[in-house]
């Protein structure tokens, strides 16, 4: 199977642009979660979405959003973009688990964000 | 609150040592752990999960609920084995991952 691919894989903006992140989740997978990745504060979750709705969301601004589609592949957005922003942002997709026990998450190549 | 805990940034040991990656965790109810890994130029993916009680290249992880803790183990570290090292807690759809621990093996 071919695995989570992430578009574009690289990205520089300036301050107070917005930018919308794609992730094409595993073929069967219908979760799909993103987060934020820098040196100082490591991996964070930003939200998870099953079968387009959000079913939890972490501790970000309202500046990020997301959403997902009927063939599960989900888009991000930051808006009014700051430079704190500059991050690289992973996609990881997952089966559901019927319990809703946590699945393993596969992870997308990520997209590198400058902002400038 | 729920927390991941990986107190050594770097760990850095001789071929053939034996290896033991801390991870520490804050989580009221039956925690679903994992290690993921991260070698160089490669996306992250699991190494392992509590659940599965499995050895994966070589690689081992008890879930120690009285202490808290999901320390990772293998008996003789390869060179191969130099990477990033992640602890995470499974919760409510999402990961909570520690800092990470970068493993460098020495020849």
């Known amino acids: 199977k071919a695995g989570v691919t992430q578009t574009p894989r690289y990205l520089i903006k300036t301050r107070g642009q917005q930018v919308t992140l794609s992730c094409s989740p595993i073929s069967g997978h219908r979760s799909v979660s993103w987060y934020q990745q820098t040196p100082g504060q490591g991996l964070q979750f930003l939200f998870e979405y099953f079968s387009e709705t959000q079913r939890n969301k972490g501790n970000f601004p309202g500046r990020f959003s997301g959403r997902q589609f009927s063939n599960s592949r989900s888009e991000m957005n930051v808006s009014t973009l700051e430079l704190g922003d500059s991050a690289l942002y992973l996609c990881?997709?997952?089966?559901?688990?019927?319990?809703?026990?946590?699945?393993?998450?596969?992870f997308g190549p990520g997209t590198r964000l400058l902002v400038l | 609150a729920q927390r991941v805990t990986q107190p050594e940034k770097l760990l850095s040991v001789f071929k053939g040592a034996p290896v033991e990656l801390k991870c520490n965790y804050s989580?009221?109810?039956?925690?679903?752990l994992f290690w993921y890994v991260q070698y160089s130029r490669q996306r992250l993916q699991l190494l392992l999960r509590?659940?599965s009680r499995e050895s994966i290249k070589g690689f081992t992880a008890d879930l120690n609920k009285g202490e808290t803790s999901f320390h990772l183990k293998k008996p003789f570290a390869q060179e191969e084995d130099s990477a990033m090292y992640y602890c995470?807690?499974?919760?409510?759809?999402?990961?909570?991952f520690g800092s990470g621990t970068r493993l460098l093996v020495r020849p």
């Open positions: 990881a997709s997952s089966l559901a688990h019927p319990t809703g026990a946590q699945e393993t998450q596969y």
């Open positions: 989580y009221s109810g039956s925690p679903e």
């Open positions: 509590h659940i």
């Open positions: 995470a807690l499974g919760s409510s759809y999402k990961l909570i």
